[in-house]
């Protein structure tokens, strides 16, 4: 979603470091080599894709055998911490909350929503704080102006997605892989790729199985989340969990911490957490059902503890089971009302539910109870969904200047950047997005940002460039379509097929770790792959959930084929909140000039392409096609 800040909001202190945890670097993964998830050398685009879903369904199985031996390994636990933890009460707001193992949460959007990429549905958010120990006082907040009244019918919306994870067992949770693998990873693919198109499918399908599996492979679980699927990350209130290396840290110590105290509950909503955050900054699905037995131990440790519960939220929404993440929120509140993270996972929930009403008033109690950035980037987000762009534009502008922490500035100054670019400001989003890589210059949202508006704005080989190191790195659906795209654009389609495979490996990947990716299957389907599937894809969503993404997601299916009589009632419903995308006014434009309505399909194409004209290589170029063709 998106920020509102205030100036005067109260400032917190915050929250102590873990004392306690010892310093380190994670241990290395046991188990299997990355080298044996990809297939032979030579081998071609279906060999290579078929290696990397075996890896997703090992995965899948080691995972379930990680579930269940953690379950041993707490009830063992439990039996010896019978006799300590009899005798202890409950505490809602003191040392239990704020001590060693106090939940981390790094910067970049802990459960919160981030604007979709073009085609793509909507990503995590800024992570919610420290709890207070009290609560906060209240003060006027940009956020609690009246929202515009909802512009037409239809319930839409894409939400971001929230963290919290971890492993059960300590011998597993040390099983994190580290940039430095990933980063030998792709030396060697690119090596391989020197020596020719054949290796190089082959150091891709390596590259994909390191990036996205080898915590899976190591120690049995998998986990997922990226563009596409948006996972939440948490803020800068506990510095033993920040982004990047100093989040890698951070696992390391907590890792330390419960191999001394396997008893902590608040040590192991933390670890989840801190996984969940992985999941995301590292495209790295293999930390979900990581993250889902260190909250599961928490909560075994201590029921109902309202920082699991919230981290239960997180992790569902991270998933895209935005049902469960609601229930688990509402959990989390009535234990803890003031649970930054918990409030935030509820807005998340409500916007990718399509309940907007809700959403807006959520959101409203949000601000009154924790005012902040994860707050007002999601009042922001609320905004934007029912067409208040100058409004979601003047809420994220001083959230940004109210942010301190690294985390904070780079993941609002990205979100102005894409609220910039979609408006067809490319010089604005570039600004934003330089300024968000001065934070963090290793924050992928910013660096695919960036590499978007290049393209958009003409600097097509510049763009190819960037994209290329993006998805070396993490190779996500959302940079893996876009750099195809633009192969295409450019007629290279043998290279622009290898992008797609991947994404359709990764899709394969998620779903072995638990994540609901039938929306990003239908997006990438219906333009690049099979469209019975994009039908079939979009239809489950829907019945999910309806909201704006989904409901241009089935519309655009449908049209593809060849359905546009019943796509048009979805193409409305899409664009019925006010919402300006140019990718969604792109697809009623084409939707509507088939269907006959030639005048209105040239009205919003037209539209769509003053609006943003770069939205999308080859949708820009059809764009200019239909119209040419319609004079």
């Known amino acids: 979603m998106s920020p509102r800040t205030n100036d005067d909001t109260p400032k917190r202190a915050p929250a102590p470091a873990p004392a306690a945890l010892a310093e380190g670097p994670a241990e290395p993964p046991a188990g299997p080599t990355a080298g044996r998830a990809g297939p032979p050398p030579g081998a071609g685009a279906e060999d290579r894709v078929a290696a990397v879903r075996r890896v997703a369904a090992a995965s899948a199985t080691r995972a379930g055998r990680a579930d269940r031996g953690d379950a041993g390994t707490a009830r063992a636990e439990r039996a010896g911490a019978e006799a300590d933890d009899s005798g202890t009460p409950r505490q809602r707001h003191d040392a239990a909350h704020d001590g060693p193992g106090t939940a981390p949460e790094p910067p970049g959007g802990a459960g919160g929503p981030s604007r979709p990429a073009p085609g793509q549905p909507v990503a995590a958010s800024a992570p919610p704080r420290a709890e207070p120990a009290h609560p906060p006082t209240p003060s006027a907040s940009p956020a ?13 919306g894409a939400a971001p997605e929230a963290g919290g994870s971890g492993q059960a067992t300590v011998a597993a949770a040390a099983g994190a892989v580290t940039d430095e693998d990933r980063g030998r990873a792709v030396r060697r693919a690119r090596e391989a790729g020197r020596r020719g198109r054949a290796l190089h499918m082959a150091g891709c399908a390596l590259l994909l199985a390191v990036a996205l599996t080898a915590g899976a492979v190591a120690v049995g679980a998998a986990r997922g989340g990226g563009d596409a699927v948006a996972a939440a990350a948490p803020a800068d209130g506990n510095p033993a969990v920040q982004a990047g290396a100093d989040l890698d840290a951070g696992v390391a110590s907590l890792q330390a911490h419960l191999r001394a105290q396997p008893r902590d509950h608040n040590g192991w909503a933390s670890l989840g957490l801190a996984y969940v955050e992985q999941a995301r900054t590292k495209a790295d699905p293999s930390r979900y059902p990581q993250a889902e037995q260190a909250l599961r131990r928490s909560l075994d440790l201590r029921p109902g503890n309202d920082a699991a519960l919230a981290g239960r939220a997180a992790l569902a929404a991270a ?21 930054e993270r918990a409030l935030c996972s509820r807005i998340d929930a409500l916007v990718e539910l399509g309940r907007y009403d809700e959403a807006a008033r959520a959101a409203d109690t949000a601000d009154r109870r924790r ?19 100058a409004g979601a534009r003047a809420i994220l502008e001083r959230a940004l200047d109210t942010a301190t922490g690294r985390g904070d500035i780079a993941y609002v100054a990205t979100q102005l950047g894409h609220l910039a670019r979609s408006q067809g400001d490319y010089a604005g989003a570039l600004h934003h997005y330089a300024r968000a890589l001065a934070a963090d210059d290793s924050y992928l949202p910013a660096l695919e940002g960036r590499a978007r508006a290049q393209a958009a704005s003409g600097d097509r080989a510049t763009a190819v460039r960037n994209l290329e190191r993006i998805v070396a790195r993490a190779p996500l659906p959302s940079p893996l379509i876009a750099l195809g795209e633009l192969y295409e654009e450019r007629g290279e389609r043998a290279k622009a097929r290898e992008q797609y495979a991947l994404v359709d490996a990764w899709t394969a990947l998620a779903r072995a770790n638990g994540v609901d990716a039938d929306l990003e299957t239908a997006l990438a389907a219906a333009d690049h792959g099979d469209t019975a599937a994009a039908l079939r894809a979009a239809r489950a969503e829907w019945k999910r959930r309806q909201t704006v993404h989904t409901a241009d997601a089935l519309a655009w299916a449908l049209h593809v084929d060849g359905r546009d009589a019943e796509a048009l009632a979805y193409a409305r419903r899409a664009t019925a909140t006010g919402y300006r995308n140019a990718l ?29 004209p770069g939205f999308s290589p080859l949708g820009a170029r059809a764009a200019r096609t239909a119209l040419e063709e319609t004079r």
């Open 144 to 156: 609690a102006q009246p929202l515009p009244p909802q512009t037409g019918s239809g319930s839409p």
């Open 319 to 339: 998933r895209h089971d935005f049902t469960g993440a609601l229930a688990y929120a509402d959990r989390a509140l009535a234990e803890n009302p003031y649970s």
């Open 371 to 389: 005012p902040g950035v994860p707050v007002f980037t999601r009042y922001a987000y609320v905004r934007e969904l029912r067409g208040d762009v």
């Open 584 to 612: 969604f006014l792109y697809h009623r434009g084409m939707i509507e000039r088939g269907a006959g309505h030639r005048a209105e399909g040239r009205a919003l194409l037209t539209e769509a392409l003053g609006l943003d």
